[in-house]
Antibody
Framework: EVQLVESGGGLVQPGGSLRLSCAASGFILSSFGMYWVRQAPGKGLEWVSYISSSSNTIYYANSVKGRFTISRDNAKNSLYLQMNSLRVEDTAVYFC?????????????WGKGTTVTVSS | EIVMTQSPATLSVSPGDRATLSCRASQSVSTNLAWYQQKPGQAPRLLIYDASTRATGVPARFSGGGSGTEFTLTISSLQSEDFAVYYCLQYKNWPPWTFGQGTKVEIK
């Protein structure tokens, strides 16, 4: 079964850091581009970051550029999001999602998410 | 950045009825549009991609249409498990990837 499982969320003070992980199973992570998408409480979905299968191509939303870093370890079948200088507005459920093995760049498989709360 | 606008914000429908959700793009996205279903406390689930292609395992009562800037998601006969929030996503021009704000389908 294809599955993504996020971890690493928690409560952190403004200005703090957190590292999210996403463990992939049921497929070979190294063949797929991956995304992070977040959802603030009671709000809609917001794309955060994208990394290509080989890590050669990386994009960030303007709202997190310079503060968040996406990375992957294909040998460990894992995706990461290092979040620094966290702000209250970064509070959200963070989902990792897979780009399908086709030309198009949407998200076909999603994890259940991990909750990040930034509060003093 | 392409802005995606969904309407209505909330749709009240009786079980067994037809529901039509709309998504409009601020500029043409061709057919590079996906629809997702999200239930409370769950991850989004891919329903439709390329504007009209059902994802694996999605019931035939879900259908997508449109191209350019106007898109629809139709649920032909609403079942109890279909009451959820639905989002559209454009993947024509990125970054950024942009979602609509969502349409909540609730029981009338």
């Amino acid at each position: 079964e294809v599955q993504l499982v996020e971890s690493g969320g928690g409560l952190v003070q403004p200005g703090g850091s957190l590292r999210l992980s996403c463990a992939a199973s049921g497929f070979i992570l190294s063949s797929f581009g991956m995304y992070w998408v977040r959802q603030a409480p009671g709000k809609g979905l917001e794309w955060v970051s994208y990394i290509s299968s080989s890590s050669n191509t990386i994009y960030y939303a303007n709202s997190v550029k310079g503060r968040f870093t996406i990375s992957r370890d294909n040998a460990k079948n894992s995706l990461y999001l290092q979040m620094n200088s966290l702000r209250v507005e970064d509070t959200a459920v963070y989902f990792c999602a897979r780009k399908p093995f086709v030309v198009d760049y949407y998200m076909d498989v999603w994890g259940k998410g991990t909750t990040v709360t930034v509060s003093s | 950045e392409i802005v995606m606008t969904q309407s209505p914000a909330t749709l009240s429908v009786s079980p067994g009825d037809r529901a039509t959700l709309s998504c409009r793009a601020s500029q043409s996205v061709s057919t590079n549009l996906a629809w997702y279903q999200q239930k409370p406390g769950q991850a989004p689930r891919l329903l439709i991609y390329d504007a009209s292609t059902r994802a694996t395992g999605v019931p035939a009562r879900f259908s997508g249409g449109g191209s350019g800037t106007e898109f629809t998601l139709t649920i032909s006969s609403l079942q109890s498990e279909d009451f959820a929030v639905y989002y559209c996503l454009q993947y024509k021009n990125w970054p950024p990837w942009t979602f609509g704000q969502g349409t909540k389908v609730e029981i009338k």
